[in-house]
């Protein structure tokens, strides 16, 4: 694991490099549009219902 830098402060965000935050972001938006992509999986059978 990198070690951040060290700010002084308690506070993580604070201690963080901007690759650990840009990976924390990338992953964030990742569990985002995996989300999106599990309800447009449970939606699609109830709009095809509604079309045929």
Do not use: H
């Not at 060290?6 to 990338?26: F, H, K, M, W």
């Not at 990742?30 to 709009?47: G, H």
């Amino acid at each position: 694991m990198v070690m951040g830098r060290n700010s002084g402060s308690t506070r993580a965000v604070d201690n963080r490099t901007p690759e650990q935050n840009e990976l924390i972001e990338s992953e964030r938006r990742n569990r985002w549009l995996e989300m999106e992509v599990d309800v447009s999986e449970q939606a699609a059978p109830v709009f095809a219902r509604k079309q045929a």
